[in-house]
């Protein structure tokens, strides 16, 4: 008697959010030419975002940071505080990399962004990324973005000490690294190689560092970090 063959698992299911129907139509192509995904909704605003996303409970979002009515910041923090766990992960899309919005999108629970201009392999690439990863998308981006706002979105009153020792002191020893090293970009793998640990022990060791952070995940535990003083710019 032949075992089953395992069934194939179900294709990412995407919204698209943009207020150019032309830049929706090319995104759907791109994604939908993709065995292992699927556009499930389109919106053209924001309020109109929020709205798809609730109903077609996707599991990631392809979001425009400046969308009428209501942009893609506040919809991004809407979904987050109305949907919780349940919320899908959001990546913002924007004209330019080095962008405030692009980090208060991300401060506010963004799993990471993309740009307009990247291309379909670099969109696809993305998206796997988010939903599959351990790893932040574009790291180098994101802590360049902490390095610039951080100090102007969330630094605390003073030099930061006594907010960066109190971040600390909610850390064990082993937390604090891991920390670091996320901070770095580096990936479960990567970091069990560094710390001569299991993956594991890693991974362990992550989900602790997100539940005390109160980070949904590693993209705003780097943010937290930097405002928080934990890590500083250079």
């Known amino acids: 008697m032949t075992s089953a063959t395992p069934a194939p698992p179900a294709p990412l299911r995407v919204v698209l959010a943009?207020?150019?129907?032309?830049?929706?139509?090319?995104l759907r192509a791109i994604l939908g030419a993709e065995s292992d995904m699927t556009v499930v909704g389109e919106a053209a605003t924001g309020t109109e975002a929020v709205s798809v996303v609730r109903e077609a409970r996707p599991d990631l979002v392809l979001m425009d940071v400046r969308m009428p009515e209501i942009d893609g910041i506040r919809a991004t923090e809407l979904l987050l505080e109305s949907m919780g766990a349940d919320a899908p992960r959001i990546v913002v899309v924007t004209t330019f990399e080095n962008d405030s919005y692009v980090y208060d999108a991300l401060r506010v629970g963004a799993s990471g962004f993309l740009l307009k201009r990247a291309a379909a392999e670099e969109l696809v690439q993305a998206v796997r990324l988010v939903a599959h990863s351990d790893s932040l998308l574009f790291p180098s981006a994101?802590?360049?973005?902490?390095?610039?706002?951080?100090?102007?979105?969330?630094?605390?009153?003073?030099?930061g000490r006594e907010e960066a020792g109190s971040l600390r002191s909610r850390l064990t020893e082993r937390e604090a690294e891991v920390l670091r090293l996320m901070t770095e970009g580096l990936t479960n793998a990567e970091i069990a190689a560094r710390m001569a640990v299991g993956p594991a022990t890693v991974?362990?060791?992550?989900?602790?560092?997100?539940?005390?952070?109160?980070?949904?995940?590693?993209?705003?535990?780097?943010?937290?970090?930097y405002e928080r003083g934990f890590v500083t710019p250079g």
């Open 18 to 26: 943009d207020d150019e129907r032309l830049v929706r139509t090319a």
């Open 142 to 159: 994101v802590r360049g973005l902490a390095a610039r706002y951080a100090p102007e979105r969330g630094a605390p009153a003073g030099d």
């Open 203 to 225: 991974k362990s060791h992550v989900a602790s560092v997100l539940a005390k952070l109160a980070a949904r995940d590693r993209t705003q535990a780097v943010i937290t970090a």
